[in-house]
């Protein structure tokens, strides 16, 4: 059985590909020698030398995270700073519950 190498590409910018390569060495198991030497691979750094749609699809959420989380919980768009419990508020008011009040 012959095995070939895959080669991927990153489609984003270089900010965002320095951020991706922090986080992976965040969570990265691999094993190395005394001397630093990779002796095992971590699947995180496996997919992004090795799967181009896993790559993408990284890049494709991240860049959606911000629009879906404004969409499930309602946050205006001048509200970047918003607080967890903010948009709770937010939520309750526009589906017209009574956030944090209680009613005997």
Request: with cysteine; proline share 4%.
């Amino acid at each position: 059985m012959v095995f070939t190498a895959k080669q991927t590409k990153w489609n984003g910018t270089k900010e965002e590909g320095l951020e991706l390569l922090k986080i992976i060495e965040r969570y990265c198991v691999c094993k190395k020698t005394a001397e630093g030497v990779r002796v095992s691979t971590c699947p995180p750094h496996k997919i992004i030398v090795s799967d181009q749609r896993a790559l993408d699809g990284l890049l494709f959420g991240r860049r959606i995270a911000a629009k879906l989380l404004q969409e499930e919980f309602y946050i205006p768009e001048d509200a970047e700073d918003a607080t967890p419990i903010q948009v709770e508020k937010s939520t309750a008011q526009i589906l017209g519950l009574n956030f944090g009040e209680r009613r005997l």
